[in-house]
């Protein structure tokens, strides 16, 4: 990730809140795999821009903002419930 990478994650966290946000910077690297891969094999390049990918999740994110907010809910409820039973 380059400089500009984390001024455009930082907008999106801003704009999203921290929970897309999250939802975001983990998705990303997914779609980014799924058009690298194929490129890497057919035109055998190595740089691959990330910011595409990181606004293609965030698109994603908003569309089914829901369903990614359960997942870092429940998550977040789980870490919870490991650190109440230590």
């Known amino acids: 990730m380059g400089f500009g990478d984390v001024k455009l994650m930082g907008v999106i966290g ?8 999250v939802a975001t910077f983990f998705l990303a690297p997914f779609l980014g795999l799924l058009f690298g891969i194929p490129k890497l094999f057919l035109k055998k390049e190595h740089v691959i821009p990330y ?3 990181l606004s293609l999740a ?15 809910d429940s998550y977040i409820n789980a870490f919870a419930y490991l650190l109440n039973a230590l």
């Open 14 to 21: 801003g704009f999203l809140g921290w929970k897309l946000g």
């Open 58 to 72: 965030a698109f994603i994110c908003i569309l089914s903002k829901g369903v990614f907010i359960n997942i870092i």
């Open 51 to 53: 910011g595409p990918f």
